[in-house]
């Protein structure tokens, strides 16, 4: 059996340039995202096997630096339901079956090759934000070259423009909490990567600076607060065991659809006060609100995601007329239309502010409940020592949020010259804090690679942020993450993981699309 397509994930290969493939010579197809001399990020690669053409396999990432020779294959390792291949010195192709669990692969390690080195790529051409690597999970490598060799380091060409990475823990805190000389403004670029069309630009309190953004954060923050938190609670368990009873047993289920989203969308539902029967529209409006326009994408054009926002704001302000002109109740509507910050917003800036709370309230708990299955799955100890010990459940409620991080950066871009880690960021430059690399900072955090529920400090992470921008509903979202792991463990001895989860194609929200589970009867 042969293998006629194979995909490439590669630092160290080029558009252009020819590799090698057990001594067959390899030439890439036109650039899927039409521009040259970038990293080979997913492209498509014809090669010649003695064995004839077979379906092309898609599912394969391989790294393969230009000095290395690939000597084993696995196909396993992506997908249980593949054999293995070991490819011989003369391009012969073996078959072995696949040994079982071949898909629980340890956090970082989903590149798949024999041999990769990502000390080959030079630095200068280093771009961390390349979408391919966050939908294979293989930036971890890099991310640990940046922080070891150039903690504060440039990129000059990428799909989303120039920007500095910051990779450090310490670097992360001190820019992240110097909101004079790192803006957040909306106009200025606001909180991601990706630079919105002119139309995108919603301002909202965390794209925004002092002291407006103080004023308009006071406006929400009273229903996280603990009291509001003890009150929500007993209906998060309610909901959460009610989710929990009707899953099926025996069979394998998406984990991602019938809980992780079924359960943010029933509490996004809750504080908005918003049509319970329609909540999944929130689930989309997010997806659409952090999804980077193009083919393929959940949105293609920046045109389409604009009219998805539209829709968004003519529901959310339908609501808005309607709690404007009745008392104030205790549902972040009614809190934004009687606030005295808020009450005169212009239609974008409701918009802006809608969007920031809905992908708030949907990104960080879905992805973590989803984070916290995959990551026990894939560390058996930890799941067994949860097991043995429910209450060490807040902790490693805080461990997954760290080992996740389901936002994987915040952008702020410079207010004047500025130097951090020995470097100069002009005014203007676009500086993006990686709150992902922060995390596995081996210099603040000790065995930061190790998934460990009971660390000493598991609180200790960058995941809210820091400073007047951090996460306002952290607290909501430990509690939720809380209550459905002690709900979990009353009823399901375990919940095993079926095959590889499918990620989310971006260096924003660092999530899954699915992730098959059974629940052994």
């Known amino acids: ?79 249980p339901t593949l054999p293995l291949y070991r490819l011989g010195s003369a391009n012969s192709v073996s078959e ?33 934000s390349d979408v391919e690597l966050w939908r294979t999970d293989s930036h971890w490598p890099l991310f640990e070259r940046l922080r070891r060799e150039d903690p504060v380091h440039y990129c000059r060409q990428s799909f989303f423009g120039p920007y500095w990475s910051i990779t450090r823990y310490n670097d992360i805190m001190a820019v992240d909490t110097d909101h004079e000389a790192f803006s957040s403004e909306a106009e200025l670029g606001g909180i991601a990567i ?24 006071k406006t929400v923050s009273p229903i996280f607060s603990p009291s509001s938190l003890a009150r929500m609670e007993p209906l998060i368990r309610e909901r959460a065991g009610r989710i929990l009873d009707e899953l099926p047993i025996g069979e394998t289920f998406d984990w991602v659809d019938r809980v992780s989203i079924e359960l943010t969308t029933q509490m996004l ?24 326009p193009g083919p393929g994408s959940l949105v293609e054009t920046e045109d389409a995601k604009l009219a998805v926002l539209m829709e968004c704001l003519a529901a959310f302000t339908q609501l808005w007329n309607e709690r404007v002109n009745a008392p104030p109740q205790g549902d972040l ?41 995959l990551a026990l799955n894939q560390n058996p100890d930890q799941y067994a020592k949860l097991r043995a010990n429910p209450e060490l459940i807040p902790s490693m409620v805080s461990e997954t949020v760290r080992w996740q991080t389901p936002l994987a950066h915040m952008r702020r871009t410079a207010t004047r010259d500025v130097e951090v880690g020995g470097k100069t960021i002009k005014k203007g430059d676009k500086v993006i804090m990686w709150y992902v690399s922060g995390n596995r900072d081996d210099a603040v955090i000790e065995n930061p690679n190790a998934y460990i529920i009971d660390r000493e400090r598991p609180r200790q992470h960058l995941s809210f942020g820091f400073g007047i921008h951090r996460c306002v509903g952290n607290r909501l979202a430990e509690m939720q993450l809380r209550v459905v792991w002690e709900e ?30 059974r629940i052994p009867a």
């Open 1 to 79: 059996m042969g293998i006629n397509l194979i995909t490439i994930v590669s630092r160290s290969c080029y558009c252009g340039r020819k590799v090698r493939f057990q001594g067959a010579s390899l030439s890439p197809l036109p650039s899927l995202n039409g521009r040259s001399r970038r990293p080979l990020s997913g492209q498509t690669f014809q090669v010649p096997t003695q064995a004839g053409l077979v379906e092309p396999i898609h599912l394969v990432q391989v790294d393969l630096p230009a000095s290395r020779q690939v000597r084993e294959l696995s196909l396993a390792a992506c997908h």
């Open 96 to 128: 072995t079956p696949p040994g079982p669990g071949s898909y629980a692969m340890p956090d970082g390690a989903n590149t798949l090759a024999a041999d990769f080195d990502a000390d080959v790529a030079p630095l200068e051409d280093i771009d961390v």
């Open 194 to 217: 990706l630079d919105p069309g002119s139309e995108l630009r919603l301002p909202n309190f965390i794209a925004m600076d002092p002291p407006k953004h103080d004023a308009q954060r």
């Open 269 to 292: 539902a809750t504080l908005f006060d918003f049509p319970f029967e329609d909540r999944r529209k929130l689930t989309y409006w997010s997806d659409v609100a952090t999804a980077i």
């Open 333 to 373: 509507i009614s809190m934004l239309a009687h606030g005295e910050a808020t009450r005169n917003m212009s239609p974008m800036e409701y918009l802006g502010n809608v969007g920031l709370l809905i992908v708030g309230g949907n990104d960080t708990t879905r992805n973590t409940i989803t984070g916290s299955v």
């Open 488 to 517: 979990i463990l009353k009823r399901f001895p375990v919940i095993e993981v079926m095959g590889e989860p499918e990620r989310v194609a971006s260096p924003f929200v660092k999530g899954y699309h699915s992730l098959p589970v």
